[in-house]
T-cell receptor, first 111, second 114 residues
Framework: NAGVTQTPKFRVLKTGQSMTLLCAQD?????MYWYRQDPGMGLRLIHY???????AKGEVPDGYNVSRLKKQNFLLGLESAAPSQTSVYFC??????????FGPGTRLTVL | EDQVTQSPEALRLQEGESSSLNCSYT??????LFWYRQDPGKGPEFLFT???AGEEKEKERLKATLTKKESFLHITAPKPEDSATYLC???????????????FGQGTELSVKP
């Protein structure tokens, strides 16, 4: 099992550009999450999904959109990137609301 | 508001020098407290879940304990490969019932020198 995978690993955007981050899991988990990690801020929840076709806002959802069209995939979109969205993004999944398992992360820089 | 505070921010140990990391929390009904290890450039790796005061869990040189206000991660005779950032997170009962949100602390960066 690959667990949780994320693509791409690195990305550089210019202000105003858009992009989509892909998270995939092969553990048949119902719940999936997107976090961002910034120095001195800890991990903060952006959006989450409790099942295929469902999404919900987390702690810091502004400027992001998500979609869960397939159970194994959770997409995070930035429609108009801003420098404040420079961060490391982590996807996680869980069986129910128990232990969350994290992917390797995507390092995003917005110039 | 649920909060998690970890101390110290950074800890430097000599190989074999045992110590403890602290995670203090305030939460509206604790459902679970989670410890993760994060290596540079990697995602957090799950270590332990603790559910009730008095509970202890061990894995190799690590032992996690839980009280009603804090958790400790004890590291016995650490080795250089234990160097990493250790993250603590709490899940409240309301959040357990609403998607399982975790509140993370800022982490403790542990460095073990040979």
């Amino acid at each position: 099992n690959a667990g949780v995978t994320q693509t791409p690993k690195f990305r550089v955007l210019k202000t105003g550009q858009s992009m989509t981050l892909l998270c995939a899991q092969d553990m048949n988990h119902e719940y999936m999450y997107w976090y961002r990690q910034d120095p001195g801020m800890g991990l903060r929840l952006i959006h989450y999904s409790v099942g295929e076709g469902t999404t919900a806002k987390g702690e810091v959802p502004d400027g992001y959109n998500v979609s869960r069209l397939k159970k194994q995939n959770f997409l995070l979109g930035l429609e108009s990137a801003a420098p404040s969205q420079t961060s490391v993004y982590f996807c996680a999944s869980s069986y129910g609301t128990d232990t969350q398992y994290f992917g390797p992360g995507t390092r995003l820089t917005v110039l | 508001e649920d909060q998690v505070t970890q101390s110290p921010e950074a800890l430097r140990l000599q190989e074999g020098e045992s110590s403890s990391l602290n995670c203090s929390y305030t939460v509206s009904g604790l459902r679970g407290l989670f410890w993760y290890r994060q290596d540079p450039g990697k995602g957090p790796e799950f270590l332990f879940t603790l559910y009730s005061a008095g509970e202890e869990k061990e894995k190799e040189r690590l032992k996690a304990t839980l009280t009603k206000k804090e958790s400790f991660l004890h590291i016995t005779a650490p080795k250089p490969e234990d160097s990493a950032t250790y993250l603590c997170a709490v899940q409240s009962i309301p959040h357990y019932n609403q998607g399982g949100k975790l509140i993370f602390g800022q982490g403790t960066e542990l460095s073990v020198k040979p």
